[in-house]
């Protein structure tokens, strides 16, 4: 344990143990708490509104959390974290502070640090507004509690020796922000909510980054009933948070959660809990032009079945990873293997929406290309096995020079229902357009693409790879270059840089793309 010292650090969030702790705290009598545990040593006792936590002589702690009560051994302080369900990063200061006073609070500092205040230190203040009123950890990231605690934290740096229990924990080490790639980097927190299928969503919660219990016979097990969806927070350049076109993604999965008989999430429930997944993990958000945090909302059937049928209960789910580059190398060209046996979906099935199952298809295919040194699969449709259809996880662009020097863009047609309706495909098409480049939603075969040289451009593009320029295409044993095989040409680059330039804010947004995350209110 560290001690407090220097000046006081900038709160970037507190979390409470319990929605009314300190009115649970003057309710609860040292008398009827004796009465009712009588010579027990040890115990948890339940009331309406909170747990309490008794030692020999004392109370040590107050939780929020009703449930049957249990019993422990004095000694045994593992069972008595785990009951209070303490998270694993701020577990140690709780551990601290349970020896000798009330814990009360866990304040998240910008230099990432875990500070751990008492009840005392919250006495009389209202506990609003809290990011999940429902939940037994509660989240504040503005109002009277990071007043309260920014108070207290400057009150006591330096006084370590006349207020005993104060202490500092280390939270999970940032990665290097230079070196980071597109792979899993677990986070502080993610949301999380359940609901009987057909009913309403309940109030999800803000809890800390964890695994889940669910039976082994969850049709999302068992049958894939599952979606996910993929967005990004970045940050401006003047340090703002921003996500692009989040109600797209909300939209995305509704449509594909009636499609696999899922619970829909409401859009504007989507959004609040992307936005509280995003406030809690704000100090996981890469720097300007360093990566973003990508946004995995999860919606799965995990009531156990045994039928092929849709499962009882649905879990609704964002976890959050800070990211690099999906492709590394940034804007350098790529290099795609067309296969000439399999196909990534088929008419009337499943390609146009977020279904786990399209991707894990792809696996094996994506292990070997990656081996034999590519960085993707262009898949061909499934029935003439001619037309490029979609690039692994992203949508394929082909770029057409005419004569007069004027460029027009192909791209495989949503109608089939073989492809993911990519919400940045929907944005470069509107930028292309409005720049005055023709587009056409078809797409040429593939035999045509490799021996015509007219197709001077190609690309794909997506949420993480945004726009990826394609230098050469293997089919049969032959490979297709554009241009010098390593360069992205001018279309690539303007629709990259335009794109790129709108997300961050750097480019006026004149299409209303762009939605700014308040990090410090509760709106």
């Given at each position: 344990m560290s001690s407090i010292s220097g000046t006081a650090p900038v709160i970037r969030k507190v979390t409470i143990r319990g929605t009314d702790q300190i009115g649970a705290?003057?309710?609860?009598?040292?008398?009827?708490?004796?009465?009712?545990l009588g010579s027990k040593r040890y115990g948890v006792l339940k009331?309406?509104?909170?747990?309490?936590?008794?030692?020999?002589?004392?109370?040590?702690?107050?939780?929020?959390?009703?449930?049957?009560?249990?019993?422990?051994?004095?000694?045994?302080?593992?069972?008595?974290?785990?009951?209070?369900?303490?998270?694993?990063?701020?577990?140690?200061?709780?551990?601290?502070?349970?020896?000798?006073?009330?814990?009360?609070?866990?304040?998240?500092?910008?230099?990432?640090?875990?500070?751990?205040?008492?009840?005392?230190?919250?006495?009389?203040?209202?506990?609003?507004?809290?990011?999940?009123?429902?939940?037994?950890?509660?989240?504040?990231?503005?109002?009277?509690?990071?007043?309260?605690?920014?108070?207290?934290?400057?009150?006591?740096?330096?006084?370590?020796?006349?207020?005993?229990?104060?202490?500092?924990?280390?939270?999970?080490?940032?990665?290097?922000?230079?070196?980071?790639?597109?792979?899993?980097?677990?986070?502080?927190?993610?949301?999380?909510?359940?609901?009987?299928?057909g009913e309403p969503w309940p109030a999800f919660k803000v809890v800390p980054f964890q695994h889940l219990k669910i039976s082994l016979s969850a049709s999302a097990l068992n049958y894939g009933q599952q979606l996910f969806e993929g967005m990004k927070a970045q940050r401006t350049k003047d340090g703002r948070v921003v996500l692009f076109r989040p109600l797209d993604n909300?939209?995305?999965?509704?449509?594909?959660?009636?499609?696999?008989?899922?619970?829909?999430?409401?859009?504007?429930?989507?959004?609040?809990?992307?936005?509280?997944?995003?406030?809690?993990?704000?100090?996981?958000?890469?720097?300007?032009?360093?990566?973003?945090?990508?946004?995995?909302?999860?919606?799965?059937?995990?009531?156990?079945?045994?039928?092929?049928?849709?499962?009882?209960?649905?879990?609704?789910?964002?976890?959050?990873?800070?990211?690099?580059?999906?492709?590394?190398?940034?804007?350098?060209a790529i290099s795609l293997l067309v296969p000439e046996d399999y196909h990534r979906s088929a008419p009337g099935n499943l390609g146009y929406i977020k279904a786990g199952g399209n991707y894990t298809a792809g696996m094996m295919l994506a292990r070997d290309a990656h081996a034999a040194g590519f960085a993707e699969i262009l898949y061909l449709d499934a029935i003439k096995n001619l037309y490029p259809d979609e690039v692994g996880a992203a949508n394929f662009i082909l770029v057409y020079k005419h004569k007069n020097g004027d460029r027009t863009i192909f791209t495989p047609p949503l109608e089939n229902g073989t492809i993911l309706p990519g919400v940045t495909r929907r944005s470069w098409i509107q930028i292309a357009r409005d720049a005055g480049i023709e587009v056409i939603e078809k797409i040429p075969t593939i035999n045509r693409i490799m021996k015509d040289e007219r197709f001077v451009e190609a690309g794909c593009s997506g949420t993480a790879a945004v726009i990826s320029p394609i230098g050469k295409i293997q089919y049969k044993g032959a490979t297709r270059e554009f241009g010098d095989g390593l360069t992205p040409g001018s279309v690539m680059r303007m629709l990259h840089g335009r794109l790129t330039a709108i997300q961050l804010l750097e480019a006026p947004d004149i299409y209303g793309w762009v939605h700014e995350v308040n990090m410090r209110s509760i709106a």
């Open positions: 705290r003057r309710r609860m009598t040292d008398q009827a708490a004796k009465e009712y009331t309406d509104v909170a747990r309490v936590i008794r030692g020999t002589d004392s109370w040590k702690a107050f939780f929020i959390n009703p449930l049957d009560e249990v019993l422990f051994p004095k000694e045994n302080i593992d069972s008595l974290i785990s009951v209070a369900g303490l998270d694993v990063q701020t577990e140690s200061a709780f551990r601290a502070l349970i020896k000798q006073d009330h814990p009360g609070a866990i304040v998240e500092t910008t230099d990432g640090r875990l500070v751990a205040l008492r009840l005392d230190d919250f006495e009389g203040v209202a506990l609003t507004p809290t990011i999940d009123p429902t939940s037994n950890m509660q989240t504040f990231v503005s109002g009277p509690v990071l007043e309260r605690a920014e108070r207290r934290l400057s009150e006591i740096i330096g006084t370590e020796e006349t207020n005993p229990g104060r202490v500092t924990v280390a939270h999970n080490a940032l990665p290097n922000w230079d070196t980071i790639r597109f792979a899993l980097t677990p986070t502080d927190s993610m949301v999380i909510t359940q609901a009987a299928a909300a939209r995305r999965m509704k449509g594909g959660a009636e499609r696999i008989l899922l619970n829909p999430v409401p859009e504007e429930y989507f959004l609040a809990a992307v936005t509280a997944a995003v406030r809690a993990n704000e100090r996981w958000i890469p720097p300007y032009g360093k990566g973003a945090l990508y946004i995995r909302p999860v919606l799965i059937g995990d009531g156990g079945v045994v039928g092929i049928n849709p499962g009882p209960q649905d879990t609704f789910g964002i976890l959050c990873t800070p990211v690099g580059p999906y492709f590394q190398g940034g804007m350098k």
